[in-house]
């Protein structure tokens, strides 16, 4: 979907497992604008996949999201939390069961904090994972 740059994250999805990937670092210029990309294409996802049946052991009406960033700024912050709210508020509406995979490095406390405040803000479902 989106190649990674030194100030933006990749941001792939894979169809095998329903699984939307963003990693790396985020601090591009105009934040906004490219989170609101990935929103766009999780609204058209997501209605599009609302009356689909399960097809090769996938449903597609679980979407999980994997956070694999190990820096991003306050900016980056908010369009993370407006990308996460989405998410929320759109899984009633289509019929979604969604969860996040938040992946920090072992100590980057800061990283995990950010996590936990997201879900406590939000009240998806987060899958915390430390690796070195």
Known sequence: MI????????VRF??????LFIEGQSKPENPRKFYLQIIEWLDSYMKESHSKKPN??????????????????STSSKMIFDLLSFVQENKLKYDFDCECDWKYSEGDTD????GMEFQQLLGLKFNFISHQ
Do not use: G, R
């Open 3 to 10: 190649e990674e740059s030194p100030i933006t994250p990749l």
């Open 56 to 73: 090769n052991n996938v449903d597609p009406n679980k979407l999980k999201l994997a956070f694999n960033l190990w820096y991003f700024n």
């Open 111 to 114: 990283m995990l904090d950010s």
């Open 14 to 19: 894979e169809k095998s497992s329903n699984t």
